[in-house]
């Protein structure tokens, strides 16, 4: 069973606040995904990677920074948290991409206070 | 805008009745997955149909894909109270370089 971890599971923090979400994956997959999910909006893409020191910018990267410092390790990197970052994040992964399934964590909720 | 949609925000059931949540999408695709979410979990995957499949079938789920209209289909079977959660669609397509696109959802209540 493929295994993405989140943490934390929740974070609350004021604007202005740095805050780093961790995901790991253990399934060996190449490739990761930051998505945030809103009420209306669905899943939206922030950043993604195709392995360890790539990046790739998604449909909403501002505000947003990202590192994949291993195959397994992706981080979502929010310098200067604004109120209108409050959201639920998922990380994923998948071995081949796009049109293959993607596996997800459990989600951070982050509020922004 | 966005590429893939479900048709409905919201529908309930009675345990044992079927139901079908349906999805629009608005380019070309290689594959669309059906993806389902429950409260407090992240999506998981249920079903995967390419763009060169018309049906695929899943236990209590079925999924039709119909290039030429652009839509999708999830149907269930002999629903049960834990299949209560949001049906989302996403599509694998190119819109300047390739994305899977995922639908808003359509939250399915399965009432006792």
């Known amino acids: 069973e493929a295994a993405v971890t989140q943490s934390p599971r929740n974070k609350v923090t004021v604007t202005g606040g740095n805050v780093t979400l961790s995901c790991r994956q253990t399934?060996?997959?190449?490739?990761m995904y930051w998505y945030r999910q809103d009420t209306g909006h669905g899943l939206r893409l922030i950043h993604y990677s195709y392995g360890a020191g790539n990046l790739q910018i998604g449909d909403v990267p501002d505000g947003y920074k990202a590192t994949r410092t291993t195959q397994e390790d992706f981080f979502l990197l929010l310098e200067l948290a604004s109120p209108s970052q409050t959201s639920l994040y998922f990380c994923?992964?998948?071995?081949?991409?796009?049109?293959?399934?993607?596996?997800f964590g459990s989600g951070t909720r982050l509020t922004v206070l | 805008s966005q590429l893939a949609e479900e048709n409905l925000w919201a529908l309930s059931v009675h345990e044992g009745e079927s139901v079908t949540v349906n999805c629009s999408y608005k380019?070309?695709?290689?594959?669309l997955q059906w993806y389902r979410q429950k409260s407090g979990e992240g999506p998981a995957q249920l079903i995967l149909?390419?763009?060169?499949?018309r049906e695929k079938r899943n236990g209590r789920l079925r999924a039709t894909l119909d290039t030429s209209s652009q839509s999708s289909s999830l149907s269930i079977t002999a629903t049960r109270c834990e299949d209560t959660a949001v049906y989302f669609c996403?599509?694998?397509?190119?819109?300047?370089?390739?994305?899977?696109?995922f639908g808003s959802g359509t939250q399915l209540t399965v009432m006792p």
């Open positions: 994923a992964s998948t071995a081949g991409g796009w049109a293959e399934t993607l596996y």
């Open positions: 380019t070309s695709i290689t594959a």
């Open positions: 149909i390419r763009s060169n499949e």
């Open positions: 996403a599509t694998a397509a190119s819109s300047g370089s390739w994305q899977l696109i």
């Open positions: 399934n060996s997959h190449n490739y």
